[in-house]
């Protein structure tokens, strides 16, 4: 078995302000995934990172950047923060053998909160 | 490009009662990969069953659900509620063409009240 850390757990930010979100798993996984969650619209892709140092842009891309630093860890960065943003920020990790066809393990999330 | 729909947002129902959650999805591949995630208040989502195989019942914790290709769909059930199957529930698609992204439907808030 394993875990997914992310770190903070709670954000509070001001308008136009850069954020970092940092995420550490240890099942040894190859693929990493950042997912942003709101209510009423699922779970919508902003990167993801095949191995250490790969970076592909997901759906949402936009307004935010990422950094594979090595295989266990995955940081999000939003760019500028929008106000009165609130959101949910979900971390993801899988072996990658199957591609997006592998069972993905989620982390308990970081909160953000844009004041 | 590739999409999901589930078209409840909100199943509230009594304890015992059969439960399903509608899922359908719309894909240019012919080989889908569907999954159902269930996340429960203050957890993360986990996998809750998967199924590439065409009319092929998969089951797991009493749940289970089945890919119909004829109907793009993937409903998720369950013969009798309990109180502890309250959580939101997402149904996702990939495509075994190898693409990585998994495309997540908007979830189903599921009530089941005593």
């Known amino acids: 078995g394993g875990i997914i850390t992310q770190t903070p757990k709670f954000l509070i930010g001001q308008e136009g302000q850069k954020l970092t979100l940092k995420c550490q798993q240890n099942?040894?996984?190859?693929?990493m995934y950042w997912y942003r969650q709101d209510s009423g619209k699922g779970l919508r892709l902003i990167y993801y990172?095949?191995?250490?140092?790969?970076?592909q842009k997901g759906d949402l891309s936009e307004g935010y950047d990422a950094s594979r630093e090595k295989k266990s860890s995955f940081s999000l960065t939003v760019t500028s923060a929008q106000k009165n943003e609130m959101a949910v920020f979900l971390c993801?990790?899988?072996?990658?053998?199957?591609?997006?066809?592998?069972?993905?393990?989620f982390g308990p999330g970081t909160r953000l909160l844009v004041l | 490009g590739d999409s999901v729909t589930q078209t409840e947002g909100l199943v509230t129902l009594t304890e015992g009662l059969p439960v399903m959650l509608n899922c359908t999805y719309q894909?240019?591949?012919?080989?889908?990969?569907l999954f159902w995630y269930v996340q429960h208040l203050n957890e993360s989502p986990r996998l809750l069953l998967k199924?590439?195989?065409?009319?092929k019942r998969t089951e797991h914790q009493g749940f289970h659900a089945t890919l119909h290709k004829s109907s793009s769909s993937f409903h998720l059930q369950k013969s009798s509620a309990q109180l502890s199957d309250s959580a939101l529930y997402y149904c996702?698609?990939?495509?075994?063409?190898?693409?990585?992204?998994?495309?997540f439907g908007s979830g189903t808030q599921l009530t089941v009240m005593p």
């Open positions: 993801a990790s899988s072996t990658g053998t199957g591609g997006a066809r592998d069972t993905q393990y």
């Open positions: 199924s590439f195989t065409d009319n």
């Open positions: 996702a698609l990939s495509d075994i063409s190898g693409s990585w992204q998994l495309i």
């Open positions: 099942f040894n996984h190859d693929t």
């Open positions: 894909t240019i591949y012919s080989n889908p990969f």
């Open positions: 990172s095949i191995t250490e140092n790969d970076l």
